[in-house]
């Protein structure tokens, strides 16, 4: 069975550096996500993405934030200058279509901010 | 605000036995619901999804019910195995964004 791969497993970075979250969507899917759960803590939303764009955000995805789709199989989060608070397991996600359709994840980055 | 909620964290279950996990949500807007199942290490895991055109589905030994009247959503899993023990979250759509509750800790007695 397809699934979302994601890399690395564990990254452990000093405070105020820049990190880079690898994700390889399902390769028939259109629609791309990232979700952020902090330890013990829900899943929230970061951001969605679709046809090269962000299609919406949550207030945790400020400037520090982006994503992007460099070729045709990879889907990136990167996190510019990191802060203590970004520790969490960061999980990719994606879905056929934008609604009525079951997000499938992947096991998810856990990343660690000293 | 609008949110989605479970109404217990943890569940403990002995084996065999059927589990029942709940969930409130308060978007009266919402029309799509999914449970997802997380281990320990692992990223959520889809089981079962609903649309809010419908009060019950099934699945392989898990039913899905919707009650859109009090807006209320649950699990239920039939005889209940060691390796059905994680976390459960129910999720809705909001504006095509999902939207997760707080998750249920199932445990399953030997």
């Known amino acids: 069975e397809p699934e979302v791969t994601q890399t690395p497993s564990h990254q452990v970075t000093q405070m105020g550096q820049e990190v880079i979250l690898r994700c390889v969507p399902i390769?028939?899917?259109?629609?791309f996500y990232w979700y952020r759960q902090i330890l013990g803590q829900k899943v929230e939303f970061l951001v969605s993405?679709?046809?090269?764009?962000?299609?919406?955000k949550s207030e945790i995805f400020d400037d520090q934030f982006s994503v992007e789709r460099p070729d045709g199989s990879n889907f990136t989060l990167k996190i510019r200058s990191t802060k203590l608070e970004d520790s969490a397991m960061y999980f990719c996600?994606?879905?056929?279509?934008?609604?009525?359709?079951?997000?499938?994840f992947g096991n998810g980055t856990r990343l660690t901010v000293t | 605000g609008e949110s989605v909620g479970l109404h217990l964290p943890t569940l403990s279950v002995q084996e065999g036995d059927n589990s029942i996990i709940n969930c409130a949500y308060s978007?009266?807007?919402?029309?799509?619901f999914i449970w997802y199942k997380q281990e320990s290490g692992k990223g959520p895991q889809f089981i079962i999804d609903?649309?809010?055109?419908?009060d019950k589905r099934q699945g392989q030994r898990v039913t899905v019910l919707l009650n859109k009247t009090v807006k209320h959503l649950s699990l239920q899993i039939a005889a209940t195995q060691p390796g059905d023990s994680a976390v459960y979250f129910c999720?809705?759509?909001?504006?095509?964004?999902?939207?997760f509750g707080a998750g249920t800790t199932v445990t399953v007695r030997a």
């Open positions: 996600a994606s879905s056929i279509a934008e609604n009525n359709s079951p997000l499938h």
């Open positions: 390769s028939n899917h259109l629609y």
């Open positions: 993405f679709y046809n090269n764009e962000i299609s919406e």
């Open positions: 978007n009266s807007a919402s029309d799509y």
């Open positions: 609903i649309r809010s055109n419908m």
């Open positions: 999720a809705e759509t909001d504006d095509y964004k999902l939207s």
